[in-house]
């Protein structure tokens, strides 16, 4: 049996989303990304659309994915 894991990290703050894990060059760490988007699914469940998903190995891999930023 095989299993992917895939990691985001979100923060909201005073209504805006924050999106940890993504950043660009003229980007700083925490903030907003303007392209994300909170939702409800028919199911019920929270999404949020444009959030960056990483697939890790380890939790090793995934801290090192909050710190390199």
Same mark, same amino acid.
């Given at each position: 049996?095989?299993? %992917?894991?895939? !990691?985001?990290? !979100?923060e909201i703050y005073n209504e805006? $989303?924050?999106? $940890? $894990?993504s950043f660009s060059s003229n980007q700083e760490?925490? %903030?907003?990304v303007?392209?994300?988007?909170l939702f409800e699914s028919n199911d019920g469940l929270t999404h949020i659309r444009g959030l960056t998903m990483r697939i890790v190995a380890n939790s090793e891999e995934a801290l090192n994915l909050l710190f390199e930023r």
């Open positions: 049996m095989t299993y %992917t894991v895939r !990691i985001s990290t !979100i805006h $989303l924050f999106d $940890l $894990l760490k925490g %903030t907003p303007n392209s994300l988007a």
